[in-house]
C-alpha cells in the first residue's frame, strides 16, 4: 500500500482497489472470528491455499491494484479464473463453525473440517456446484445460500455488513468497499458543525447501553475550550456473554476507526485512544495491524491527505475489570491510574481523559458513523423507531437452537429474535426468561407479554431492564432464577471497585442473602432484606455499576417472586436447579438392600440392613447425588 498525499490519492486508490476487487471472479472466505480460529479455521484457510496453488489457480491473497499475469506463489492466471482467498470476519452463526463462504454464489458451508477441503475446491471451486452435505439443514430443509438461512433472513446487517465478507485484515480491500469515503467528506465537503447537527439529526444513540444522543455529545465537547481533545472508543465489552464489540474489531477493525477520525475532525481532537479487552488479543491484534496501515497510508497521522488536519490514534489495553466499562474509570485506567469511577460532575465531556474534553462512545457506536455519512439521515431512520433509530447487534447465547452474532432493526420484538432468528428453544423446551444488558440488566418474562415487547431503549427501560452492551441470554424452564440472580450479583460483587459503601457493602449483603437461599437456608423476611438492599444501592451508590447492580435481583423478584418464596418456605428449587434443595429419597419397593449405595455415600447418610430396604438421613445428605448414580435398580430418586 502506498501512501496517499492529496484527496485524489486516496479516490485514484479506492478506484484502482475496486477493480482488483472486482476482479476476483470467485471469493473463498474462511471465517477468522475468534470462535471459529478455535475450532481450526486458520488450518482450513492454509489448506485452501494449498490445494488452489495444486490447481494452477491464479489465487490472490493480498489484494493488489496492479495487474498481474502470474499470481502469488506460481500460481498462473492465463487460463483460469481469479481466486481470493481471505480471512474474513465473523459471520456470527457462531455454533455452526467453522464457517466457509464462497461468492458470488453465495454459498455458506458449515461445520467445515481439514478433510473437506478437497472436494470444495475440486466441486465448488472449480466447477461451481454446491457440496450439499456442508450446508445448513433445518427440519429436513438444505439452505445452500447463507442469505436463505433463517438465523439471516430476518436480520438486518449494518454495522455487520462488512463483516464475513471481506478481509479484515486489509486496508485495499476496505477501500475498494468504499472505506474513507465519509472520513474524506467530512475533511473536505463537510464543517464540524455540519457533521455534528447531521448526527444530531440522525438520531444515532450510543450502543453502550446507556443510549445517551451521540450528535449531542460530540457537540458537547466541540463547544469546548480547550487546546487538547481526545476520542476514545470503548472496547472493553465486561458483560458475561457479551462479544459484539469484539466481533466489529476483528472484522472490520478500518469501519470503526473512520468512525473515531470523524469525531476527531467534528470536535477538534487530534489524539484518539481504543480501550480494549487484553483478553481480546486478535481484536488487538486487527486493531494495530489497521492502525499501522492507516498510518503508512497517510490516513493517520499529520497532515492527513494534504487537509493540514492531523488525528493520532493509540491502543490501550484494559486488564478485564468491569469497572472499566464506566466513563472515569476507564479514562482513569489509561492514564494508568486504578479503574475507579469518580464524583460527577464534572462530566466526560469536560474533564475526561488527561482532564480534556473527551467523546466516549462504544465500538458499536463508532461503527454506525460512516454509513450515516455517506447515506444520510431518512436512510438510517428508515430502521428502528422514531425514538430509538438504526440497528442493535446482539450476542444471542443460552438454551436456544441458534447460538450467535445478531443483528437487527431497534424495535424488532424478542418473539422475532428468539424464535425466528434464534429457532426457539433448544430441543423443544419451553421459554422461561431472558436476561437483556448484562449485570446492570433485568429479565424478561413469556408471562408478562415482554415476548411482543419492542427491542429498544426505552421500552426496555420501562419494564426494569435495558439494552447495555447487547447480552441476551435464553433461558428455559430448567432454569432457577434465584440462581440467575445469584451468579449476576456474584459478578457485580466481585467486579466493585470497592470505592464506595453502597455497591461495596450493599452488594456483598445481597450476595450473602442470595447464597443463603439457594442452600435452603433462607428465612422469612429476606426477600424484603433484598428490597431494601436494592433500593439503597441504587440510590447512593457512585457510578452506573452500583446503581444498575440490583437490577437481575429485583426484575428476578418482580417476575418470579414465587420462587423466592418456595425456596425460603418450601426449602424446593421448582426448576430442580439447586443442589441443596434437591430431595433425594429411596424408593422402598424397588430397593434390594444390596447396600452400595451406603458405601459410596461421602457422609454416611444412608444406613439400612442388607436385603432390606436403606434409607437416606435428610439431615446428613449433602445432595451430592453419588448414590443416584450407584444404584443399579433405580430405587434412588431425586426431585
Avoid at 476514545?232 to 474489531?249: I, K, L, Q, T, Y
Avoid at 443460552?398 to 437487527?408: A, C, D, F, K, R
Wanted: charged share 25%; aromatic share 8%.
Amino acid at each position: 500500500m502506498y501512501r496517499l498525499k492529496s484527496r485524489i490519492d486516496l479516490i485514484s486508490a479506492r478506484r484502482a482497489y475496486s477493480a482488483a476487487f472486482s476482479s476476483q471472479s470467485l471469493k473463498i472466505l474462511v471465517c477468522a472470528g475468534t470462535g471459529c480460529v478455535a475450532g481450526g479455521s486458520l488450518d482450513i484457510y492454509a489448506r485452501l491455499k494449498e490445494l488452489t496453488d495444486e490447481k494452477g489457480l491464479y489465487c490472490q491473497v493480498e489484494l493488489d491494484h496492479e495487474h498481474h499475469s502470474h499470481g502469488h506463489d506460481g500460481c498462473d492466471s492465463s487460463n483460469v479464473k481469479t481466486v481470493g482467498l481471505k480471512k474474513s470476519g465473523c459471520h456470527g452463526f457462531c455454533e455452526m463453525g467453522p464457517l466457509v463462504r464462497i461468492e458470488p454464489y453465495g454459498y455458506l458451508y458449515t461445520k467445515v473440517k481439514l478433510e473437506d477441503c478437497e472436494e470444495i475446491v475440486e466441486k465448488t471451486v472449480m466447477n461451481g456446484e454446491i457440496v450439499e452435505r456442508l450446508s445448513y439443514h433445518k427440519d429436513g430443509v438444505s439452505y445452500p445460500r447463507q442469505e436463505d438461512i433463517p438465523f439471516y433472513k430476518k436480520q438486518t446487517r449494518l454495522v455487520l455488513e462488512h463483516c464475513g465478507h471481506i478481509d479484515a485484515t486489509s486496508l485495499p480491500e476496505y477501500l475498494a468497499i468504499g472505506g474513507y469515503s465519509a472520513f474524506e467528506k467530512v475533511l473536505f465537503d463537510m464543517t464540524p458543525d455540519s457533521v455534528i447537527k447531521l448526527m444530531e439529526d440522525s438520531g444515532l444513540r450510543g450502543r453502550g447501553g446507556g443510549g445517551y444522543p451521540t450528535g449531542k455529545k460530540w457537540a458537547q465537547v466541540a463547544r469546548q475550550k480547550a487546546e487538547q481533545k481526545y476520542i476514545v472508543c470503548n472496547g472493553d465489552e465486561g458483560d458475561p456473554g457479551a462479544f459484539m464489540d469484539r466481533s466489529v474489531m476483528e472484522g472490520d477493525p478500518h469501519r470503526m476507526i473512520e468512525g473515531m477520525m470523524i469525531a476527531g475532525i467534528a470536535c477538534g481532537a487530534t489524539e484518539g485512544y481504543i480501550y480494549v479487552r487484553a483478553e481480546y488479543p486478535l481484536a488487538v491484534e486487527r486493531l494495530k495491524m489497521a492502525i499501522e496501515q492507516d498510518t503508512s497510508a497517510g490516513l493517520l497521522g499529520d497532515n492527513i491527505l494534504g487537509s493540514g488536519k492531523r488525528f493520532h490514534l493509540h491502543i490501550n489495553r484494559g486488564a478485564g475489570a468491569f469497572v472499566c466499562g464506566e466513563g472515569s474509570a476507564l479514562t482513569a485506567s489509561i492514564e494508568g491510574k486504578r479503574g475507579m469511577p469518580r464524583v460527577k460532575p464534572p462530566r466526560t465531556v469536560e474533564h475526561g481523559l488527561f482532564d480534556c474534553p473527551t467523546v466516549l462512545n462504544n465500538v458499536e457506536t463508532f461503527a454506525n458513523v460512516a454509513p450515516i455519512i455517506n447515506n444520510g439521515i431518512e436512510w438510517f431512520r428508515s430502521f428502528g423507531t422514531p425514538t430509538s433509530p438504526g440497528t442493535k447487534a446482539f450476542a444471542l447465547t443460552g438454551n436456544i437452537s441458534n447460538t450467535g452474532l445478531i443483528e437487527v432493526p431497534m424495535g424488532t420484538t424478542l418473539r422475532e429474535v428468539i424464535f425466528d432468528i434464534g429457532g426457539g428453544m433448544r430441543g423443544g423446551a419451553k421459554f422461561k426468561a431472558v436476561q437483556i444488558g448484562g449485570p446492570s440488566g433485568g429479565c424478561l418474562t413469556f408471562a408478562e407479554d415482554h415476548l411482543d415487547m419492542p427491542l429498544d431503549f426505552d421500552s426496555l427501560k420501562k419494564a426494569g431492564a435495558m439494552i447495555g452492551s447487547g447480552g441476551l441470554v435464553v433461558m428455559d424452564d430448567s432454569t432457577c432464577m434465584v440462581e440467575v440472580a445469584r451468579f449476576f450479583m456474584h459478578f457485580t460483587q466481585n467486579e466493585s471497585c470497592g470505592k464506595c459503601v453502597p455497591c461495596r457493602e450493599g452488594t456483598k449483603r445481597m450476595l450473602e442473602v442470595l447464597e443463603r437461599i439457594v442452600a435452603g437456608k433462607g428465612q422469612d423476611g429476606d426477600i424484603e432484606l433484598l428490597e431494601d438492599l436494592a433500593d439503597t444501592i441504587s440510590a447512593a451508590a457512585l457510578c452506573g455499576l452500583g446503581k444498575t447492580a440490583p437490577s437481575p435481583v429485583m426484575s428476578t423478584i418482580k417476575y418470579f417472586r414465587d420462587e423466592y418464596e418456595a425456596h425460603i418456605y418450601d426449602k424446593r428449587c421448582p426448576a430442580g436447579a439447586c443442589p441443596r434443595l434437591k430431595r433425594i429419597h429411596i424408593d422402598p419397593e424397588l430397593c434390594r438392600g444390596c447396600s452400595r449405595c451406603a458405601k459410596g455415600c461421602p457422609v454416611g447418610a444412608i444406613s439400612g440392613q442388607i436385603k432390606s430396604p436403606f434409607v437416606i438421613d435428610e439431615k446428613k445428605c449433602i445432595k451430592c447425588g453419588a448414590c443416584v448414580s450407584t444404584c443399579a435398580f433405580h430405587a434412588i430418586k431425586e426431585d
